[in-house]
């Protein structure tokens, strides 16, 4: 029972107390996360181009301009990154695009982390026959292809987007509820669990103030992982000819539609990815920074010079 | 248990693993022997009576199993192949002289009773043979063996065109193509032996030395299939293969590749039945507002042509006067305000839909469609689709609730007659007709059942009287396939080439 | 760990497989009807009829599913209407392809992601561990096609070093494997740094580490220990991705694999060869997941999964 002693002496041995650092400055110590917010930033002002004045300079065809090369900055700016097959700017599609594949993304991994995280804790928690029912409905969806849910879904209720996210949320559901379940089935046989458990704490409680936080960031982990997923998905379904389809913008639809011109116009298919990578990448630094920052015993690595340890 | 903890050690197996992987590349020195083609995708079936879709037939078609007849490439007249004749004796009766001294691959020869059994074979109800849909017509053909090497087929109906028929249809060797359930392992008369069908991987081709034509040059073909154009070219640069079809316009741009027209026509109809596409003014004024010479070497090849009509010229019944839609917004607009000051609701959205990789770029065309025709003042919105749900607008019925639409189409008439054509698309009862006229639908009969001048002309001024007066799609272009060939191949792809990969014509330098 | 548990879950999931393929059954035939695909677009009415007649699809759905519970009892998946040959020898013929490029890549992946994680959580924001968290989280977030095809054309056509695509020899192994490399690649990364974070942290070990503890490697081995068990059950959810078949890329690398088959069934309604291919990967997919909790059980000896 060397775990449950682990647990239970978990306050001997806290390091020095300093002042608790503002998030700010706790920040400023994290050049990567700081990046990141930038990169968020800019992600923010072009979603909202994109929504506004770049949305007709998007789907502007121009034949006499296709396939222009990036960075040639003496043209027009919007053709600073280039244009696609059909002269459209790339900085228009890019920022438009910028709505479409966030939305689809958090949407997608919001609804599919709480859902599956409630599910999880249910069955990680409660077992017995409703866990196992959660577990072997999440096995079946894990057995049902994700194609031939999007097919089925999208051939019904149409090709939409709100009809992507649920598909994606759907795909995405056991995942979370596995993970969870693994991990609060260990974490119930803790010590601390059994005592909460002796004052007299309700299952609510014992769930909600002392497993969901152990688990959360893993949990919040994965979902950044998993907004790159859903991304990457999206363009994949897009590729197969099963995803949204123009005159739609997405990220991931760009990419799948610049493949066919990959040996001409490699930046057809690089803006795009580079987007998707960058974003998602900014979304887990700040995860990671923010686990940490978020962290009691961990605050310290963010605090003073010594962070660097 | 105390594992040792060896972070390099993983590093070496995995080093390790890429040389020897390296080491074993294989060796892509060409055999001299080999001749390998990579298509864009894999038969589903090498059935002989399976041979109505594309990606079965251009393996089989004249290079395994063999047809009657053939329809010439250059003009659409019919070329002796297994039978050497071919007569009409009665309003329902041709009569075909086969060509003697020709044996299968399984050393049967050939006789009255194969082409009898085959043509049967490709009528069963029970083995769905894909053939039997249009090429065979919902006419019941039975036969009749008049000695060895003459047979009659005989039509339930009157039917003038029975060799443009027979084209279809790949005659099999009867012992070794089960009546009763389809085969995977054809066997026919043709210039090459089936010898293996790896599932996923390739199929393999050898040569057929008691072939009762000239012999062909490569001693084997071998058959792959590849999803992506970038990766079949890539594969004739990397010496993988020989000839790599399907190639999109884009990567088309080396010497090494050919175009070739191939019989396909793409257009947009029109739902003639709504508002506001029901107004001839504004169906002309889509068609004005097309642009095609910007669309040719952007989105399609600079080789297609401007289209006249949904078949190719040279077809046995088409137009050969009829000219291409000239670009004229101004004159789009204008007719589109004469419509619109008559009371039609030209600012009706209109769905365009289109079908996911119908042809190379498919998507971006509809776009630029869409862009042209809401630049004259239409509101179309583009929705690509695949094909399952495309057919379902393409096929009657079409539903009475329906948006008003248009629709992207393709038809490839490689029968060579106007027949197989212009009844599904323009009779009234036609499945995929829009438009109801008696004009043309008695055309259409007088032409079906006629012969020679009378048939050519009875369709041609069908195909006139549309164009001019009905104006039910908007044409766009006679289409062209690329093919990669490398250059040590002798190749010319010609325009069956996507029904027919004519083996027998290839040659190595 | 008992039998009796192992028959429980065994029997569980057994009803869950039946569930799944109730639901399939039902949800393809919503998806409309193969004729119209397979029969020439000018085949007349008629025709048409009669192959659907023939293919059973006139009759009530409650009457086809019995019609396929009667066949699946005689071991008889159908046949497939485009290969006109049976459904289980089409499915069985791709789904090895599939199993051991999805093996190859989660093996090595794994292996990788231990040593990249772990060396990465040792020094939680040294340069190792800020250089491997990003490489890895870039390579997580890259489209696989993008990827695959690049590959193709730097690592053929260019640099002509590995055959561009196919099935074959360990050369054309290569691109594959490497292309679908990053995703699990990156993924495990992110969870085994992130535990080993967690498990370096925990105080006991931390007070250990802080006295100089005589055996580094024990604790090192301890805290890895406590990682595996979320990287199993992120692996596992990545072998099941893997197992469902690898589409994009078997369609980008001509690989004779089951997601190829799958999305021509998909697209083409051919409802025989998609019910025996969901059947063959479900079937696969339990049986990751039941080695997943044992895998558990073995690692974790508190974990009491027969409760």
Request: with cysteine.
């Amino acid at each position: 029972m060397t775990a449950g002693i682990r647990d239970v002496n978990a306050f001997d041995d806290l390091p020095p107390v300093r002042p608790a650092p503002t998030l700010a400055a706790m920040l400023a110590r994290d050049p990567l996360a700081v990046g990141a917010c930038l990169w968020l930033l800019v992600v923010a002002t072009a979603l909202l181009a994109g929504q506004t004045f770049l949305a007709d300079d998007a789907v502007r065809i121009n034949l006499v301009a296709r396939n222009l090369a990036p960075f040639q900055f003496d043209a027009n700016w919007l053709n600073w990154l280039g244009t696609d097959s059909l002269g459209r700017s790339l900085v228009a599609r890019l920022s438009a695009g910028a709505g479409t594949a966030l939305a689809i993304a958090f949407a997608a991994v919001g609804a599919s982390l709480i859902l599956g995280t409630g599910l999880g804790l249910v069955a990680g928690y409660f077992g017995g026959f409703a866990g196992n029912l959660i577990l072997r409905i999440a096995d079946m969806i894990l057995g049902f292809p994700t194609l031939l849910l999007a097919l089925v879904v999208l051939y019904i209720f149409g090709p939409n987007i709100f009809n992507l996210i649920v598909v994606l949320a759907v795909t995405r559901v056991p995942a979370y509820i596995r993970v969870t379940n693994a991990e609060v089935i260990e974490i119930r046989e803790r010590l601390f669990v059994d005592a909460a458990r002796a004052l007299g704490a309700g299952h609510a409680r014992i769930v909600f103030a002392h497993i969901l936080p152990i688990v959360a960031p893993t949990l919040l982990t994965l979902a950044s992982l998993n907004l790159a997923m859903v991304m990457l998905i999206e363009a994949g379904l897009s590729f197969l000819g099963l995803g949204i389809q123009p005159p739609s913008i997405s990220w991931g639809l760009m990419v799948a539609q610049g493949r066919s011109h990959l040996a001409q116009a490699w930046w057809l298919t690089c803006m795009p990815g580079l987007a998707i990578m960058l974003t998602t990448m900014a979304f887990n630094l700040i995860a990671n920074w923010y686990r940490i920052a978020g962290d009691p015993q961990q605050r310290w690595r963010l605090a003073g010079s010594e962070a660097s340890k | 248990m105390a594992p040792r903890f060896q972070p390099f050690g993983y590093a070496r197996i995995a080093a390790f693993a890429v040389v020897s992987c390296l080491l074993s590349c294989p060796n892509l020195a060409q055999a001299q022997n080999v001749l390998r083609v990579v298509l864009q995708e894999e038969p589903a079936s090498l059935d002989p009576c399976d041979t109505n879709h594309s990606a079965n037939s251009r393996l089989l078609r004249n290079n395994v199993t063999e047809t009657l007849v053939n329809v010439g490439a250059v003009e659409a007249v019919i070329e002796p192949n297994l039978a050497i004749s071919w007569e009409q004796t009665s309003p329902t009766t041709w009569r075909f002289k086969l060509r003697s001294g020709v044996r299968f691959h399984d050393g049967t020869p050939f006789t009255a009773a194969a082409v009898a059994a085959a043509l049967q074979r490709a009528q069963v109800e029970a083995l769905a043979c894909a053939i039997r849909g249009s090429k065979l017509g919902n006419n019941p053909y039975t036969t009749r063996i008049v000695d060895d090497l003459t047979i009659d087929i005989i039509g339930r109906d009157p039917d003038p065109i029975v060799p443009f028929r027979m084209a279809v249809v790949d005659i099999g060797a009867p012992g070794a193509t089960p009546a009763d359930r389809k085969t995977q392992e054809p066997v026919g008369t043709g210039p090459y032996k089936f010898e293996r069908w790896n599932r996923g991987r390739d199929v393999v081709f050898t040569l057929n030395d008691a072939y009762w034509g000239p012999k062909a040059a490569i001693p084997r073909v071998e058959f792959a299939w590849r999803g992506e154009s970038t990766v079949r070219a890539a594969m004739v640069t990397r010496n993988e293969a020989h000839l790599a079809f399907g190639i999109a316009p884009q990567d088309a741009t080396g010497p090494l590749d050919k175009t070739y027209l191939n019989a396909e026509v793409t257009f947009i109809r029109m739902d003639a039945e709504i508002p506001p596409l029901n107004d001839i003014r504004v169906r002309q004024a889509a068609n004005l507002a097309i642009d095609r010479d910007q669309l040719i070497g952007s989105v399609f090849h600079k080789s297609v042509t401007k289209a006249t009509q949904i078949v190719l010229p040279n077809v046995n019944g088409a137009s050969p006067d009829l000219t291409p839609w000239r670009y004229d917004p101004a004159a789009a607009r204008a007719l589109l305000a004469a419509a619109r000051a008559d009371g039609v609701p030209v600012n009706t959205e209109i769905v365009l839909y289109g079908r996911l990789g119908l042809y190379p770029n498919s998507t971006e065309s509809l776009e630029a469609i869409q862009a042209m025709l809401n630049a004259v003042g239409f509101r179309v919105r583009v929705e690509m689709m695949e094909t399952s749900a495309w057919l379902r607008r393409l096929l009657r019925p079409f539903g009475s609730d329906r948006p008003v639409s248009m629709l992207q189409s393709q038809h490839d008439n490689a029968q060579g007659d106007a027949v197989f054509s212009i009844g599904p698309r323009f009779r009234s009862n036609g499945n995929q007709a829009m438009i109801n006229d008696p004009l043309v639908d008695s055309l259409i009969d007088l032409g079906t059942r006629s012969t020679g001048t009378l048939r050519r002309n009875a369709f041609r001024l069908a195909f006139e009287y549309m164009e001019k007066d009905i104006v039910p799609y908007i044409p766009l272009f006679n289409m062209v396939g690329t093919v990669r060939v490398a250059a040590n191949v002798n190749y010319t792809p010609d325009v069956q080439a996507n029904n027919e990969i004519k083996l027998k014509t290839i040659t190595l330098r | 760990m008992s039998l009796t548990f192992f028959l429980r879950r065994l029997s569980f999931s057994f009803v869950a497989l039946g569930g799944l393929m109730v639901l399939v059954f039902v949800l393809v035939r919503l998806t409309g009807s193969p004729v119209d695909l397979f029969l020439p677009l000018d085949a007349n009415d008629a025709m048409r009829r009669a192959l659907a007649v023939r293919l059973g699809l006139e009759d009530p759905i409650y009457v086809q599913f019995a019609r396929w519970l009667a066949d699946i009892s005689r071991l008889d998946l159908g046949m497939s209407l485009w290969h006109s040959r049976p459904a289980a020898d089409v499915v069985f013929q791709a789904l090895p392809q599939t199993l051991l490029l999805g093996a190859v890549v989660l093996g090595l992946g794994s292996l990788a992601a231990i040593v990249v994680g772990a060396l990465a959580a040792f020094r939680p924001y040294g340069a190792f561990d800020r250089i491997a968290s990003a490489a890895s989280l870039m390579g997580a977030s890259i489209p696989d096609f993008w990827i695959g095809l690049m590959g193709i054309l730097v690592f053929s056509v260019s640099l002509g070093w590995l055959p561009t695509s196919g099935y074959g020899s360990p050369s054309y192994w290569v691109l594959p494997v490497a292309t679908l490399f990053f995703r699990p690649f990156g993924v495990l990364v992110q969870i085994v740094r992130g535990a080993m974070i967690a498990a370096l942290n925990a105080p006991y070990i931390r007070t250990a580490r802080a006295k100089g503890a005589a055996n580094r490697r024990v604790i090192f081995i301890h805290a890895l220990r406590n990682a595996l068990l979320p990287m199993i059950t992120v692996a596992g959810d990545l072998a099941v991705q893997l197992a469902g078949g690898v589409t994009v890329i078997e369609t980008v690398f001509g690989w004779p694999g089951i997601g190829k088959l799958m999305i021509d069934a998909i697209l083409q309604r051919d409802f025989a060869v998609l019910q025996a291919g969901i059947l063959a990967v479900a079937v696969v997919i339990f049986a990751i997941n039941i080695a997943i909790d044992f895998a558990y059980a073995a690692i974790d000896p508190r974990v009491r999964i027969d409760k």
